[in-house]
C-alpha cells in the first residue's frame, strides 16, 4: 500500500467520479482505476461498487475514508513542516485563465510564487487548494463552497461581460433579451454552466444548451451566427479576433459582472501564502458593487 494510493481513494471517494478524480489528481483515466484495484488487493477488501453509469462507496470503503483521509492530512502537514524548515517551499498558485498583469511585481518582495502550469476550471482549482495541491488559486467561487470546503477568498479582479451579435448595431442591448450558452460538458464547465443558469433565471436571459465546447473559440462565434439573440461572452474570453460578420455589444439593465477570486485554506499558517494574499489585496472594487451591476446570489463579494 502507497500513500499515493490512498490519495486516489480519497479522491474517487470525494467526487464518486473516476474521470472527475483522475482530473484532480493528473492522472489518466485508466491508471487511476488500476492503482484503486492494487489497493483493493493490498487492503483485501473492495473498496468501490461500480459500473458504467455510477460509482459508490462499498461498507469498508466507507469505513476505511476517514483513516485514509487522516493519514494523507498527517502527510501532507509532514512535507509542508519539513519544507518552511528549510526555507525552501514556494507558494504555489493556480489560475484558470486569468492572472493580476502585476502578480510578479506586487509578490516578489514578500514571496517565491510559483504559478502552476496546468490551467484549469474553476471548480478544480478550489479542490486543489482545499486538498492541499495549490496553495491559493485565482478562480470563480461560491461561499457555499468557501463553506463546504474550508476556505477563505478576498476579491482580486472582475469581468463585465459582454455580448456578442450578428449585424451591426453596436448599441447596449438589456440582459432580457441576450442569450448565455450552457454546455454538457461538466468537467470544463461546471461553475459557468452554475454561473449561466442563475444568470438566465434572474436577468431574463435565454439558456442555450450546447454540446460541443463552444463556449469560447470558433465554435462560440458559429453559435452566436446561430442564435437569434445576442449571446453573452464567457469571462475565458476569446483568443480569436471578433469576425467582420460579428459586433460586441455592452450588456445592461443590469450590467453583468464575473468576479476572480483569490482562494486560500482557512487554517493556512504559512507566512509566505499569507504575505502573497495581502500583496494581492485589491484597492478597488472593479464595478462590481455599482448600482446596476449583477452578481449571483451566492457571490461572496456581492454586498
Same mark, same amino acid.
Given at each position: ?7 486516489? /481513494? ?79 517551499? +514556494? ?6 485563465? #486569468? ?16 504559478? !502552476? ?26 461561499? @457555499? !463552497? ?74 462560440? /462565434? ?29 450588456? *445592461? ?6 468576479? #476572480?477570486?483569490?482562494? #486560500?485554506? @482557512? ?7 499569507? !504575505? *502573497?494574499?495581502?500583496?494581492?489585496? +485589491?484597492?478597488?472594487? /472593479? ?6 451591476? #449583477?452578481?449571483?446570489?451566492?457571490? +461572496?463579494? @456581492?454586498?
Amino acid at each position: 500500500m502507497e500513500l499515493r494510493q490512498l490519495r486516489y /481513494f480519497v479522491a474517487v471517494a470525494e467526487e464518486l467520479n473516476f474521470g472527475r478524480a483522475a482530473g484532480r489528481m493528473l492522472i489518466a483515466g485508466p491508471s487511476l482505476s488500476q492503482q484503486i484495484k492494487a489497493l483493493e488487493r493490498d487492503l483485501g477488501v473492495r473498496l468501490f461498487d461500480r459500473d458504467r453509469r455510477s460509482v459508490s462507496l462499498t461498507p469498508a470503503g466507507a469505513a476505511l475514508l476517514a483513516d485514509a483521509r487522516a493519514l494523507v492530512e498527517r502527510a501532507d502537514e509532514l512535507r509542508h513542516r519539513a519544507r518552511r524548515l528549510s526555507g525552501s517551499e +514556494p507558494v504555489r498558485l493556480g489560475y484558470v485563465n #486569468w492572472l493580476p498583469p502585476d502578480l510578479g511585481a506586487r509578490t516578489a518582495a514578500v514571496a517565491q510564487v510559483h504559478v !502552476d502550469a496546468w490551467v484549469a476550471p474553476s471548480h478544480t482549482q478550489v479542490a486543489r487548494v482545499a486538498d492541499g495541491g495549490l496553495d491559493l488559486a485565482v478562480c470563480w467561487v461560491r461561499g @457555499r !463552497d468557501l463553506e463546504q470546503r474550508g476556505l477563505r477568498a478576498q476579491l482580486i479582479g472582475a469581468d463585465r461581460l459582454y455580448a456578442v451579435a450578428t449585424g451591426q448595431d453596436t448599441g447596449d442591448v438589456p440582459a432580457a433579451e441576450t442569450g448565455v450558452l450552457l454546455d454538457d460538458d461538466l468537467t470544463s464547465w461546471s461553475s459557468w454552466n452554475v454561473y449561466a443558469e442563475e444568470l438566465a433565471g434572474r436577468t431574463g436571459a435565454r439558456a442555450v444548451r450546447i454540446s460541443d465546447g463552444g463556449i469560447t473559440g470558433p465554435a462560440f /462565434f458559429d453559435h452566436v451566427r446561430r442564435c437569434r439573440r445576442p449571446v453573452i461572452n464567457s469571462p475565458k474570453g476569446q483568443t480569436a479576433p471578433l469576425p467582420p460578420d460579428l459586433v460586441r455589444r455592452q450588456v *445592461v439593465a443590469p450590467e453583468v459582472y464575473w468576479t #476572480w477570486s483569490l482562494v #486560500w485554506r @482557512r487554517g493556512e499558517d504559512r507566512t509566505s501564502v499569507l !504575505d *502573497v494574499v495581502r500583496a494581492l489585496r +485589491p484597492d478597488d472594487d /472593479f464595478g462590481i458593487h455599482g448600482a446596476d451591476a #449583477w452578481l449571483p446570489e451566492d457571490d +461572496p463579494h @456581492r454586498r
